[in-house]
């Protein structure tokens, strides 16, 4: 099967901990993306790559690290340093500048 | 800045009827848009595209329609059915590639 997984799909985090959230694509897609969904708000970006060894800042980078050392994979860290972190997490990936398809999401609650 | 935005944040129909949710967008540089379906507790659904150089695409039951002159976006769902219910989402690119989405608006179609 073709598509995007994310892990896990519950994840639980304490007060001061880093946690990092798995995103995986065999669809060979080029560029991949972590979003933030919040209640009654649209998608926000975290972070970007369009190529491996490569990602940017989106709009609310702050207290989140990514890396892209394989184009298959994106990890998402939510360090402590995000005072808010409770939230839907959501990964996507598309052929640069094309249509971005998601994966079932990462539902992060701070306990 | 980016703004996309839908006029109603519900809509409610009876089963069979056509739905249509609406869209506006602010930047008249975006070229390509996205209508997504969002199920409860999951990811983002493509539904239907369309590029700055059409105005009007169908698919299955959907049909998206392009206004350029005011901005506006609209998903129209034929013969609306229960598996429908979900929060439909408008996304735009922009020249720099990235997207940006709308709140959604939820549908919720009663039998």
């Known amino acids: 099967d073709g598509g995007i997984t994310q892990s896990p799909k519950y994840l639980f985090r304490k007060e001061g901990q880093n946690v990092t959230l798995s995103c995986e694509q065999n669809l060979n897609h080029d560029a991949m993306y972590w979003y933030r969904q919040d209640p009654g708000q649209g998608l926000r970006l975290i972070y970007y790559s369009q190529i491996v060894n490569d990602f940017q800042k989106g709009d609310i980078a702050e207290g989140y690290s990514v890396s892209r050392e394989k184009k298959e994979s994106f990890p998402l860290t939510v360090t402590s340093a995000q005072k808010n972190p409770t939230a839907f997490y959501l990964c996507?990936?598309?052929?640069?500048?094309?249509?971005?398809?998601f994966g079932p999401g990462t539902r992060l609650t701070v306990l | 800045g980016e703004s996309v935005g839908l006029h109603l944040p519900t809509l409610s129909v009876q089963e069979g009827d056509n739905s249509i949710i609406n869209c506006a967008y602010s930047?008249?540089?975006?070229?390509?848009f996205i209508w997504y379906k969002q199920e409860s507790g999951k990811g983002p659904q493509f539904i239907i595209d369309?590029?700055?150089?059409?105005d009007k695409r169908q698919g299955q039951r959907v049909t998206v329609l392009l206004n350029k002159t005011v901005k506006h976006l609209s998903l129209q769902i034929a013969a609306t059915q229960p598996g429908d219910s979900a929060v439909y989402f408008c996304a735009e690119q922009n020249t720099g590639n990235q997207f940006y989405f709308g709140t959604g608006t939820s549908l919720t179609v009663i039998p």
């Open positions: 996507a990936s598309s052929e640069v500048a094309d249509t971005q398809y």
């Open positions: 930047n008249s540089a975006s070229d390509y």
């Open positions: 369309i590029r700055s150089n059409m």
